[in-house]
């Protein structure tokens, strides 16, 4: 199977330099793009026991109230 999908995420508080997500130990990834880059060659690192973690280039940055960061 092949899924593909899009996500807007957002820092609450602090600062993000990777995010993990939560995977199930027998499913296997292929493929992997953020911001339309690859990260085929990252996959092997990214991978642990039931997650995928994945290192952000630019980290997310919490807003403020008034919208700057």
């Known amino acids: 199977m092949r899924t593909r999908s899009s996500w807007s995420i957002r820092c ?3 600062v993000a ?11 296997e990834i292929t493929e992997l793009e953020v911001d ?10 990214a991978r642990g026991p039931g997650t ?3 290192p952000l280039d630019d980290p997310i940055r919490a807003e403020k109230a008034d919208g700057s960061y």
């Open 17 to 27: 330099k990777s995010l993990e997500l939560h995977v199930d130990d027998d499913d």
């Open 36 to 45: 339309d880059q690859s990260l085929e060659d990252d996959l092997e690192q």
């Open 52 to 54: 995928l973690t994945i």
């Open 12 to 14: 609450v508080r602090g």
